[in-house]
Nanobody, 125 residues
Framework: VDLVESGGGSVQAGRSLKLSCEVS????????VGWFRQAPGKEREAVAT???????SYADSVKGRFTIFQTNFKNTFYLQMNDLRPEDTATYYC????????????????????WGRGTQVTVAS
């Protein structure tokens, strides 16, 4: 499975950006996908996850501002980021695990098998 992010950039605080993650390759119908970020000098953190049955989780720091969603084609998922803050500055990665079979737990602590290379988001104050 390959994942490629796009949509990063530099914006002023309070503005919006939408990140996209295009997924390709052979994969199962069940999935746990998500967005993660890593700022310089900090550990990577989970931002939002989305499970094939519809369960969504958000980090407290982005609740009410960020939305993870996908299209009906399910080969792309997105992160809509509103009211951006300087502390949102980071490299953002999309990631996912795909499988066939029973439903699995999917949350901010889930390990992901496949990762994109990242896209930079910079928010100026």
């Amino acid at each position: 499975v390959d994942l490629v992010e796009s949509g990063g950039g530099s914006v002023q605080a309070g503005r919006s950006l939408k990140l996209s993650c295009e997924v390709s390759g052979s994969r199962g119908n069940n999935y746990c996908v998500g967005w993660f970020r890593q700022a310089p000098g900090k550990e990577r953190e989970a931002v939002a996850t989305l499970e094939s049955e519809g369960t969504i989780s958000y980090a407290d720091s982005v609740k009410g501002r960020f939305t993870i969603f996908q299209t009906n084609f399910k080969n792309t998922f997105y992160l809509q980021m509103n009211d951006l803050r300087p502390e949102d500055t980071a490299t953002y990665y999309c990631a996912g695990t795909y499988w066939i079979g029973w439903a699995r737990n999917c949350d901010l602590n889930s390990d992901m098998e496949s990762w994109g290379r990242g896209t930079q988001v910079t928010v100026a104050s």
